[in-house]
């Protein structure tokens, strides 16, 4: 009966021993701080907020716990190993997606830039035929500089792409082509006012003859 005490007693005192010299889990440490490193350098926060997100948390939540078990006697980072492992995890699957999202991105700026361009080329070209000289509105002088705005506001897209701002490629191409619409649409009404003026003027000699 000793004997099985003395044994049970030194079992308990062993798995005790184990667990108070748990070490710190470092290299999962590592390999999971190198899986948000990269995630971060893939511009997670941008192309996959919310799972950038839960990454981060998860890793915060395994350095806060490891802090933890640092200050026990008996250690214990299971935990804290379950959390790096699903950070890790959630930060390689979130880097594929953060790639796949800024190339779509990428390719989205870039038929942006097409659209936005043409647009403007329209608005161009038909501020070229409208009215000027004598009795021109204060109007279509204000759509000239409009025009000549947008052609500056189309020009800076370029920019924008090659330095990778992709997102905000896009927003300013949508912008630009919703005004240079806005602004054609303008003109041509100017243009039509005049023809009408023209075609009014022609009655009314037509009628004196």
């Keep these: 009966m000793k004997r099985t005490l003395r044994v049970l007693l030194l079992m ?7 667990t108070a010299c748990a070490k710190q889990p470092t290299e999962e440490m590592a390999a999971t ?3 948000v490193d990269a995630l971060v350098a893939a511009e997670g926060d941008k192309y996959a907020p919310a799972e950038t997100s839960k990454v981060k ?9 490891i ?18 492992t699903s950070s890790k995890t959630g930060a390689a699957a979130a880097t594929e997606l953060a790639a796949k999202k800024k190339e779509e991105a990428k390719q989205a700026a870039m038929a942006g830039e097409t659209e936005a361009k043409a647009a ?10 409208a009215p000027s000289g004598k009795g021109t509105t204060e109007d279509v ?13 189309a020009a800076s897209l370029a920019g924008m792409i090659g330095s990778g701002d992709y997102l905000g490629a896009v927003d300013k191409a949508k912008a630009i082509k919703a005004k240079a619409d806005e602004v054609s649409a303008q003109i041509k009404q100017a243009i039509e006012k005049k023809s009408k003026k023209k075609g ?6 037509k009628g004196k003859k």
Excluded: C, H, S, W
């Design 12 to 18: 308990v005192m062993a798995v005790l021993l184990v």
């Design 33 to 35: 701080k190198t899986a």
């Design 57 to 65: 948390a998860d890793y915060d939540a395994a350095m806060a716990e």
């Design 67 to 84: 802090k933890v078990q640092d200050g026990k006697l008996f250690k214990n980072y299971d935990k804290a190993k379950e959390l790096l």
């Design 120 to 129: 403007v080329e329209q608005a161009v070209a038909l501020i070229k035929k």
């Design 141 to 153: 002088e204000a759509l000239r500089n409009d025009v000549k705005g947008l052609e500056e506001a």
């Design 200 to 205: 009014a003027k022609k009655e009314v000699k």
